[in-house]
T-cell receptor
Framework: DTAVSQTPKYLVTQMGNDKSIKCEQN?????MYWYKQDSKKFLKIMFSYNNKELIINETVPNRFSPKSPDKAHLNLHINSLELGDSAVYFC???????????FGQGTRLTVV | GENVEQHPSTLSVQEGDSAVIKCTYS??????FPWYKQELGKRPQLIIDIRSNVGEKKDQRIAVTLNKTAKHFSLHITETQPEDSAVYFC?????????????FGQGTILTVHP
C-alpha cells in the first residue's frame, strides 16, 4: 500500500498552460505539504495544510493554488506555467510537528 | 526564518570507510532534526532523526549527533557500502506554529566506491 501517492509522475506542458497535480495519503495524517525540488536538488516548502486549512504559504507566486478537499487530499493547481516552474514537486504528510514526513513519489514537471 | 547549511556538497569514500555530513541551523526554536536519503529518481526517505532533548542517536551503521549550544548536528555512516550512495539531506523543524514544516540543507551527494 502506497502511503502518499501523487499523480501524474511526469508532466510535460507548454508555457502558459494550466496544470494540476493530485496527492492522496492513507496514513490518517492531519498535515500535508507541497515541496519543490529544483534542478540543483534543493528542497523547499511551498505550502502546508492542517485539517484542510492553509497554514503555511512560503511566498509562492499566486499562480500556484493549493486545494485540500479533505485532510487526506491536497492538490496543486498551477496557472500560466513558466519555464522556471520546471522542477520536481513532492507532496508529503505528517501527523503534527516533530514527526516523520512521508513523501510521495514526486511529479517531474517540465515546461517547454 | 530558519536557515540550514549543509556540508560538504559532495563526498566520495571507499567502501568500508566512514562518512560524515555536517549541518548548522539558525533558529534556536528548532527541536526536530531528521535526515533523509534520496536515491536517484526516488522520493526522500527518513533514515534517522533526533530531537532537541537528545544529544546522540544510533541505528546500526548510522548515527546522528546534536549540539544545541552550537546549533549543529551531524550524520555519521560507518562501514559504508555502495548502496549508501545517494543524496543526503539534513532538515530542521520547530514546533508550534511551524506545523512540521521542514527546512532542508542543500544536500550532500555521497558516492561510495567499491
Amino acid at each position: 500500500d502506497t502511503a502518499v501517492s501523487q499523480t501524474p509522475k511526469y508532466l510535460v506542458t507548454q508555457m502558459g498552460n494550466d496544470k494540476s497535480i493530485k496527492c492522496e495519503q492513507n496514513l490518517g495524517h492531519d498535515t500535508m505539504y507541497w515541496y519543490k525540488q529544483d534542478s540543483k536538488k534543493f528542497l523547499k516548502i511551498m505550502f502546508s495544510y492542517n485539517n484542510k486549512e492553509l497554514i503555511i504559504n512560503e511566498t509562492v507566486p499566486n499562480r500556484f493554488s493549493p486545494k485540500s478537499p479533505d485532510k487526506a487530499h491536497l492538490n496543486l493547481h498551477i496557472n500560466s506555467l513558466e519555464l522556471g516552474d520546471s522542477a520536481v514537486y513532492f507532496c508529503a504528510s505528517t501527523q503534527g510537528g516533530g514527526t516523520e514526513a512521508f513523501f510521495g513519489q514526486g511529479t517531474r514537471l517540465t515546461v517547454v | 526564518g530558519e536557515n540550514v547549511e549543509q556540508h560538504p556538497s559532495t563526498l566520495s569514500v571507499q567502501e568500508g570507510d566512514s562518512a560524515v555530513i555536517k549541518c548548522t541551523y539558525s533558529d534556536s526554536a528548532s527541536n526536530y532534526f531528521p535526515w533523509y536519503k534520496q536515491e536517484l529518481g526516488k522520493r526522500p526517505q527518513l533514515i534517522i532523526d533526533i530531537r532537541s532533548n537528545v544529544g546522540e542517536k544510533k541505528d546500526q551503521r548510522i548515527a546522528v549527533t546534536l549540539n544545541k549550544t552550537a546549533k549543529h548536528f551531524s550524520l555519521h555512516i560507518t562501514e559504508t557500502q555502495p548502496e549508501d550512495s545517494a543524496v543526503y539531506f539534513c532538515a530542521a523543524s520547530a514546533g508550534g506554529t511551524s506545523y512540521g514544516k521542514l527546512t532542508f540543507g542543500q544536500g550532500t551527494i555521497l558516492t561510495v566506491h567499491p
